[in-house]
């Protein structure tokens, strides 16, 4: 049965490049296949893996809902969704990206949605190990798109807003009875240490730190120069450091 870890948090928190770390830490200790799925409608999850996606899952929806009264007759909604999800399918080196995109178009996406959802889940039960990059907020949350996973790991940086925002999603969960797993708060970009307003955010958030990354320079650089996460170096503290949270997560030996 395959794992899967999700990420959430605040826009602008580095959500998408800690996504990118785990996928990239867990294709060197592991070798893939890993499935990575953007579901962040502003998607740069792919940039962030060197992958260049075609085509996204909403942009699927949309010409399915268009043109599903001329599918062809005795196949169903299903297997034709699931042909199109492998045509959407980037194939990396250990890595398969899925990139969610944002459904267009009027009408009603009810069925194809759930129908959607169903291959989803049975894609990803395929692989040892997903990583679901939520997109910012809480939205994703009401419509259960976190619901059951293994873990769910919130970002924030230091700013008490965004930290407050963490703990919102951390309450969420709970109220919606999601069935998480393993749960924990990423404090991202760190430049020094708290200060006194967000550590006491930080309290009252109630969420347990399962890893401090500091700003890093290199990092910054990679996604200024839009190269990918794979040119870093084995021994970059950034990827020791997301390799020792999926040793705790996963419970690697």
Do not use: W
């Not at 200790?29 to 992958?51: M, S, Y």
């Not at 907020?137 to 700013?159: K, M, P, T, Y």
């Not at 700003?215 to 020791?240: F, I, K, T």
């Amino acid at each position: 049965m395959g794992r899967t870890i999700a990420i959430a948090g605040k826009g602008g928190v580095g959500k998408t490049t800690l996504s990118g770390l785990l996928v990239e830490a867990l294709r060197r200790r592991t070798g893939g296949p890993i499935l990575a799925i953007d579901a962040d409608p502003n998607a740069t999850l792919a940039e962030v893996l060197g992958l260049q996606a075609e085509t996204t899952l909403g942009e699927l929806q949309a010409t399915t809902l268009a043109n599903i009264r001329d599918l062809p007759s005795g196949v169903p909604l299903g297997r034709h969704i699931e042909y199109e999800l492998h045509r959407a399918m980037v194939e990396g080196d250990g890595v398969d990206l899925i990139v969610m995109g944002r459904g267009e178009g009027p009408g009603c996406y009810c069925a194809v949605n759930s129908t959607l959802r169903r291959c989803l889940e049975a894609l990803s039960s395929g692989y040892p190990y997903t990583v679901l990059d939520n997109e910012a907020g809480l939205e994703h949350l009401s419509r259960r798109v976190s619901q059951g996973v293994d873990a769910l790991i919130i970002v924030s940086d230091g700013n008490p807003v965004a930290l407050r925002a963490a703990g919102r999603i951390h309450k969420l969960v709970d109220e919606l009875k999601l069935g998480v797993g393993h749960r924990g708060l990423v404090l991202n970009n760190l430049r020094g240490d708290l200060g006194a307003k967000a550590e006491s955010v930080l309290e009252d958030a109630g969420l347990p730190v399962l890893a401090r990354l500091p700003h890093d320079d290199v990092l910054e650089a990679l996604n200024l120069d839009e190269r990918p996460l794979s040119d870093l170096p084995d021994d970059h503290p950034a990827l020791g450091i997301v390799d020792g949270l999926l040793a705790e997560l996963l419970h690697f030996n």
